[in-house]
């Protein structure tokens, strides 16, 4: 549809580009700029919450843990007290070993994202329903807490007094305390665990007797939740039923050194205790933390190679177009130097040319980014959708890039021989 005349025109001997040419390649530029900043942005957004992710507070201490599970289904463990005289028995001859600070049984591990929670009710206090709350809870050996270094806020910790037949206890963590005794002290206050949900989950009332540290139980990208801990020797048989038939028995292990070293030593201990109950998944914790973050990590390496991607390909894109533009202004360059003009001024023509150019592509991509990533608000972690320093960092970044593939050919251009420049077709 164009008109030949002004198209022959635009084209003319030696006068450079035409019009339209140069401003399909202005628009390639501020498009291709605008494009790579939001992919660069969202990026580095993702990029930077999995980087925090390995620096979150756990709550606890994983080196020098080593965790191992057992399968206790079947009638030889079916009852409380059948699990509480092999854990004691297991425990006691681990923590003789030479290196072993201590030893302890537990439910799960944390940051391994498995909720087991159940609904509680505060005594002497007013109900709008069946209950006060749902909360995570947990089963844990005596030593449990010195094994993972989690500290005690205030009161105690579980010991060998709190048994079978004595009376009956709980921990809970600071964010369960702040969450349902905001202005109050839980330390004293009865709780009824699980009542109504059927006759394994039948709880009598558990004094709070201590509140420990906020420790991430559901995953690393998960808000630390409030959590109710019950000794292990204080489950009750259907409870310690249900549990053994569903999920292997987790069993933690704190060293003086490495813990692999004492792998061996600690499968030789539960064979002597009983030979019937299998050893498997022995890990340590600072693995079990690797693997739970091992997608994130494999998403961040991604994240990565396409930011690295898209930048090169930006410098590439620009470079050749800015190449191309100052090839196609080769005679009007001649013609500047002819009639005297600087080169450093001619440098600067074509500079400034392409930074104009980025800069608008710049406000652009920024507009752009500002609205779509708030897109990304759920993936985040430790980083807002719209940080300031991510989008400048990556303006400033990409701004320079567009600035060094601009210079590159307008420098070349300015050392071309007039003579040479004015011959040019």
Same mark, same amino acid.
């Given at each position: ?24 390649? =202005? ?6 700029? %605008? ?20 620096? $979150? ?25 059948? &699990? ?6 297991? @425990? ?13 049984? =537990?439910? $799960? ?11 509680? /009710?505060?005594?002497?206090? *007013? ?20 094994? +993972? ?6 009161? !105690? ?32 206050? !009865? ?12 709880? *009598? ?6 509140? @420990?540290?906020?420790? #991430? ?10 959590? &109710? ?29 490495? *813990? ?21 998944? $022995? ?22 190679? +396409?930011?690295?991607? =898209? ?17 196609? #202004? %080769? ?27 980025? /800069? ?17 608000? !759920? ?25 060094? =593939? ?9 050392? $071309? ?9």
């Amino acid at each position: 549809r164009a008109d030949l005349n002004s198209t022959l025109k635009e084209a003319a001997g030696r006068f450079g580009a035409g019009v339209r040419p140069s401003r399909t390649r =202005a628009v390639l530029v501020i498009s291709e700029v %605008a494009l790579a900043l939001v992919l660069l942005i969202g990026a580095t957004l993702l990029i930077r919450s999995f980087a925090g992710l390995r620096n $979150v507070a756990l709550g606890f201490d994983p080196r020098n843990v080593l965790t191992l599970q057992t399968s206790m289904s079947g009638d030889r463990y079916s009852t409380s007290a059948q &699990m509480t005289n092999f854990e004691r028995l297991v @425990v006691q001859r681990i923590e003789s070993l030479p290196g072993v600070v201590a030893a302890s049984r =537990a439910v $799960v591990l944390p940051v391994q994202n498995f909720g087991i929670d159940l609904p509680f /009710a505060i005594e002497g206090r *007013p109900l709008e329903g069946r209950f006060h709350g749902d909360e995570f809870w947990r089963y844990v050996g005596p030593r449990y807490f010195d094994a +993972f270094r989690i500290p005690l806020v205030r009161g !105690r910790v579980f010991d060998q007094r709190d048994v079978e037949n004595s009376a009956k206890v709980a921990l809970i963590n600071e964010s369960m305390a702040r969450k349902y005794w905001p202005k109050g002290d839980p330390l004293g206050a !009865r709780i009824v665990i699980g009542k109504g949900l059927g006759p394994e989950f039948d709880d *009598p009332p558990r004094q709070i007797v201590g509140i @420990v540290g906020d420790v #991430r139980e559901s995953g690393l990208r998960s808000q630390v939740a409030p959590v &109710m801990y019950v000794p292990s020797t204080q489950v009750s048989d259907g409870l310690t039923r249900l549990g053994n038939r569903l999920i292997p028995t987790t069993w933690v292990v704190r060293s003086a050194g490495d *813990p692999l070293s004492l792998t061996a030593a600690v499968e030789r201990e539960f064979l002597s205790t009983d030979p019937l109950v299998p050893v498997a998944n $022995v890990r340590t914790m600072e693995q079990v933390i690797r693997q739970a973050a091992a997608r994130d990590n494999f998403n961040m390496l991604l994240l990565s190679i +396409f930011a690295a991607v =898209a930048l090169l390909l930006a410098a590439i894109g620009i470079y050749g177009l800015m190449s191309y533009s100052v090839e196609q #202004r %080769a005679h009007e360059i001649g013609i500047r130097l002819a009639l005297g003009a600087d080169r450093a001024d001619v440098l600067r023509l074509f500079v400034l040319q392409g930074a104009r150019l980025a /800069a608008i592509g710049l406000v652009l991509g920024l507009g752009v980014a500002f609205g779509l990533t708030r897109l990304l608000g !759920r993936l985040l972690f430790g980083v807002g959708a719209t940080d300031p320093v991510s989008f400048a960092a990556v303006a400033l970044l990409l701004g320079a890039v567009a600035l060094l =593939a601009s210079y590159i050919p307008a420098r070349r251009a300015t050392r $071309v021989d007039p003579v040479i420049a004015l011959r040019y077709e």
